[in-house]
């Protein structure tokens, strides 16, 4: 056999380049392949490759020698004319396959007849790929079959992709379509519609780069209707050989984590639904929500090859934006903001981004990736657990408790080890962990020494270990650890009576699950899993597999109250089964928002200090050792945000009824082709009741309206043109950390981000304070108004401050009414103002140069004290103003004369009980806004009657006020006399009509 190899061998057969690692050349005359490789090639791998070629092998030989394998495949190629003119193409699929660096299987080799190069079956695989995350419809087989039977459209299309992207030549366009009316088969019909769809909407391209990957941006919103559900407005895909990823963002300036996702066949649903609730978590912040994932195909990566993976992904996606080192062609605007952050797999990748960003010359620089060496580290700080524990106290707050003292029992998810849990549990030396949960370990303390076991879990904290590492000389008696995975495990007679079972023995996943029963103070979730779910949810549809055989159902929770400082650790359903039950709990976005609100600070201050660095202002050490000095006032200033989202939610429990909350919904849903109740599970307008709880609707159902009122609010903002005045620019300087503003102010405010700065923060100030009932008459072109009218009255009053002193009120209950009561005044007076704003040629910004003479009225004091004095006077000032303006009149003269007819007339009487009558139906509602609107109207038409009266003498007010009053004297009295003689078991509205409307009639006569 030996000598019959050597017959074969020529001298050729020895020689390989000694840069190429496998060589190989083609027989003509034989047809047969030469592979000559420094390592052993399997013969079954050489076979798969030239069945995607279609061409048979009739014979093959394998040997060494002088360490050289050499491979003769003998042939029998049939189309030999288009062989030869395109074997260029056969030969590299060849090589490259056989050097792992394309997929050995791939039946779009084929292609290589017609004319197809590497890098176009490249594309057309990516383009397939992401077509299948698209749409479920028609697997990649399916789709393959498609354009290998319709090989001269598939050749088309390939085409026009390339000359939109080089000579932006569309011509192709009409025949192409042509081409797919000509197809039979319906279900090839509609893949080659889709997939045309598709190219026609690609933006950007780094096809032309000629990178390992092939990446391209898409418009989704041209064709989101024949997508399901809600879709990102910018899009983009990333191809390679060994990995694929998606990047999805709601606007061009939005924000979220990259993942390393395990759903290799539907990733985009699992980061779309991520990037849902990103959009909503970020309604505090600058960015919207965006979201980025990629699957890696190969097993076993080392973790050089996640590196190598993760950069690639990050370059490609940087070549699809405005970077300074590439100039494509592109069918979008400027696209200069791109952000990414540490998720699922990736926590440690931030500085490998920003060294890729830096390299790129990205603007942003290490501003690309929060948390880096040079940025804000979570864990570190705290911030997240920090921001949760913050959200939840409230709940403990109502009940006069301290979440930060007092002694609370817990019940955990997590390890100490783990940046949530661990800062979380060390927060409260006082917390008494009773049991906690880790996806590896049970731990359990029946009955813990508070003093002890803190000191434990910080030493466990401080050098990263685990439950197992717990000194078992610290658990109390009958305690333990015990592994995820024990079949059996004993109960102590303490662990029995914690859990109140009879039972001797346990599984570890018995055993988890009743201790996510136990009744304790506090469920703290701070590791990663959903644990909780609906009782009318099944297992086999929530996506996270790992906990479902330890999950439980809402309504077997006897926590007092639950804290998501992990994402999704309880389904939407389940948190509304929970709150249904009376149970305390927020939402993870609400709960956990701290992190990402870190993160955004860290980029908006980099933004200016990368600007300062550039221009030679400060070096980059400066600018690190600027960042460290104001991390405790960034911490202040999320943790503030934190108590707002909290306080808000508790005071929208007592203020928003059924019809208002319809209303909002129906706003939202109308206005917005991002928010969809059905994406949060909130039922229909007919159904809403059943979102309730002892007459409030729950906290989760309020914390997501609430978040997308203030995206609302925000995005409103943005596409007006209410911010051309530079009156707005307070905000901006309010969004800044004092001592960064007394540094840079005037850096500040050439800030790339300028616009969504201020628009966050004055929808942020507004639904923290006066909530989602802002939104709920909205009106395209009054709207602007509302906002700018709102504003103005929250300045003239100094509501900031009486909002600061109200919450220093110790009954609870007493300080909610205060704060709601607050908005009640501002929001009489905006009425006024936007009703009469929309029509007049007065500017609302004029009403702000008054803001001086109102204070020297209302003078100094403490501010809650002032606002109790003058909050009936303080609903009129706009209408004063007007007439300050109309009449040109003091505005203390106008103040007076307001007064006179306020005490006159009982009107403080009057709107206390349209306040206090309850409306039984819509009617009853629209008519006590009716009433509220002519008693005001009669005195602001009062008011100018007395002025426009011949006998008015500013001098003497009140003289000119009884000489005006003299004249229908009776008939006021006994108006007075009526309104005197309301009683609380008589009065209704309908005697408040009649009331109101006795006042106008005397006006008219």
């Not at 393959?144 to 390939?158: D, V």
């Not at 926590?347 to 990736?369: C, P, Q, V």
């Not at 590492?469 to 650890?481: E, T």
């Not at 505005?891 to 206090?916: A, P, Q, V």
Request: glycine share 4%.
């Amino acid at each position: 056999m030996k000598d019959l190899c050597k017959q074969l061998i020529s001298n050729e057969d020895y020689k390989i380049p000694e840069f190429e690692k496998i060589h190989i050349s083609f027989e003509k005359e034989t047809q047969t392949f030469h592979i000559y490789s420094k390592e052993k090639l399997p013969i079954t791998k050489i076979s798969n490759i030239f069945q995607n070629f279609n061409i048979d092998i009739l014979d093959s030989v394998s040997f060494i020698n002088d360490g050289i394998y050499v491979y003769k495949i003998k042939t029998n190629i049939q189309h030999t004319d288009t062989f030869f003119k395109y074997k260029h193409i056969f030969l590299e699929i060849l090589q490259k396959a056989l050097l792992n660096e394309i997929y050995t299987l791939c039946k779009l080799y084929y292609m290589a007849w017609e004319g197809f190069t590497l890098r176009e079956i490249s594309l057309l695989r990516a383009l397939i790929k992401y077509q299948n995350q698209l749409f479920y419809e028609f697997n990649e087989n399916l789709i393959i079959s498609a354009l290998l039977n319709n090989s001269k459209l598939t050749k088309y299309i390939i085409n026009y992709f390339k000359d939109r992207f080089s000579t932006k030549d569309l011509s192709l366009e009409k025949t192409i379509s042509k081409e797919i009316k000509k197809i039979k088969n319906l279900n090839e019909d509609k893949i080659f519609r889709v997939l045309f769809t598709i190219v026609k909407n690609t933006l950007r391209t780094n096809y032309f780069l000629n990178k390992e990957t092939i990446s391209f941006k898409v418009n989704t919103q041209n064709f989101k209707n024949i997508l399901f559900g809600m879709q990102p407005n910018i899009e983009s895909y990333v191809y390679h050989n060994d990995f694929n990823g998606i990047h999805l963002r709601m606007s061009k300036i939005s924000r979220g984590g990259l993942r390393w996702s395990d759903r290799p066949h539907d990733f985009r649903e699992e980061i779309k639904d991520l990037m849902i609730t990103q959009e909503a978590k970020n309604a505090l912040i600058i960015p919207e929500g965006a979201k980025g994932g990629f699957v890696i195909y190969k097993d076993g990566v080392s973790k050089n090859e996640f590196k190598k993976y993760y950069s690639l992904f990050i370059d490609a996606l940087l070549d699809l934006i405005d970077v300074g080192d590439v100039d494509l062609v592109k069918y979008d605007d400027n696209d200069f903001y791109f952000v990414v952050a540490a998720d699922k797999g990736t926590a440690s990748m931030s500085d490998t981004a920003n060294e890729i960003a830096i390299k790129r010359g990205y603007f942003l620089k290490d501003a690309f990736a929060s948390g880096g060496s040079t940025g804000y580290s979570h864990k570190k700080l705290g911030i997240t657990a920090k921001g949760a524990i913050h959200t939840t106290g409230r709940f403990f707050i109502e009940k006069n408790q301290d979440i930060y003292k007092d002694r609370l029992s817990v019940v955990g998810v997590g390890s100490m080890r783990g940046d949530v849990f661990g800062n979380g549990m060390l927060l409260n030396k006082n917390f008494l962990l009773i049991g906690a949960i880790s996806h590896k370990e049970i731990f359990i303390d029946p009955n813990p020494d508070p003093k002890t076991a803190y000191k434990e879990r910080k030493r466990l904290f401080e050098n990263s270990l685990s439950w197992s590492d717990y000194d078992k000389s610290k658990i109390s008696k009958g305690g333990g650890v015990f592994k995820r995975d024990q079949k059996s495990i004993k109960l102590s007679p303490e662990i029995k009576n914690l859990l109140n079972t009879k039972k001797d023995e346990m599984s570890a996943e018995e055993l988890a699950k009743s201790l996510l029963k136990l009744k304790v103070d506090l469920l703290y979730f701070g590791g990663i899993g959903t644990y909780v779910k609906s009782s009318d949810e099944q297992n086999i549809h929530i996506s996270d597999k790992q906990n479902a055989n330890i999950r439980i159902n809402a309504n077997e929770i006897k926590a007092y109250a639950v804290c998501e400082g992990a994402n999704l650790a309880l389904t939407m359903p389940a948190r509304y089964e929970y709150a249904l039950n009376g149970g305390k709990i927020n939402l993870d976005a609400i709960d956990n928002s701290a992190g990402v609100n870190t993160s955004d600070y860290e980029v908006n201050l980099k933004m200016i200090l990368n600007m300062l660095v550039d221009k030679g202002k400060i070096s980059e050490k400066d600018k690190i050792k600027v960042l460290k000095d104001i991390e405790n006032n960034v911490i202040e200033k999320v943790l503030l945000n934190n108590f707002h989202h909290a306080l808000v939610l508790s005071l929208e429990e007592r203020r928003v009824y059924k019809e208002k909350l319809i209303k909002v919904l129906e706003v939202l849903e109308k206005n917005t082709d991002y928010f969809k109740r059905k994406n949060y599970s909130i039922p229909k307008n007919s159904e809403i009741e059943t979102v309730y709880y002892n007459g409030k609707a729950i906290r989760p159902v309020l914390a997501i309206i609430m978040l997308y009122s203030k995206i609302f609010v925000k995005k409103y903002i943005i596409n007006s043109n209410l911010l051309e005045s530079n009156y707005y620019d307070k905000f901006l300087k309010q969004y800044f950390p004092e001592e960064f503003l007394e540094k840079f102010e005037n850096d500040i405010m050439h800030h790339p981000l300028k616009k969504e700065i201020i628009a966050t923060q004055i929808a942020n100030n507004i639904i923290n304070a006066h909530g989602i009932d802002f939104i709920s008459n909205f009106h395209e072109k009054s709207f602007k108004y509302k906002i700018e009218s709102y504003l103005i009255m929250n300045e003239l009053i100094d509501a900031d401050k009486i909002r600061t002193e109200a919450l220093k009120i110790k009954n609870i209950e007493k300080q909610y009414e205060t704060l709601i009561d607050i908005e009640k005044t501002i929001k009489f007076a905006v009425k006024w103002m936007v009703k009469t704003l929309e029509n007049s040629s007065v500017k609302p910004l004029l009403f702000i140069t008054y803001k001086d003479e109102v204070k020297s009225i209302i003078g100094n004091g403490n501010e809650l004290e002032l606002y109790e004095k003058w909050k009936d006077f303080y609903k009129f000032l706009p209408a004063m103003f007007m007439i300050k303006h109309e009449y040109n009149l003091e505005l203390k003269t106008i103040l007076e004369l307001f007064k006179l007819i306020i005490t006159k007339f009982k009107i403080n009487k009057i709107l206390k009980e349209i306040k206090t009558t309850k409306p039984k139906n819509r009617i009853d509602k629209n008519l006590k806004e009716e009433i509220e609107r002519l008693i005001e109207y009669f005195v602001i038409t009062f008011a100018k009657e007395v002025i426009n009266s011949n006998k008015f003498d500013s001098s003497s007010l009140k003289k000119s006020f009884q000489t005006y009053i003299s004249r229908k004297k009776d008939e006021y009295e006994d108006i007075i006399e009526e309104i005197n003689g309301i009683k609380k078991e008589k009065k209704s509205l309908v005697l408040l009509s009649h009331i109101a409307n006795s006042l106008i009639l005397q006006l008219l006569k």
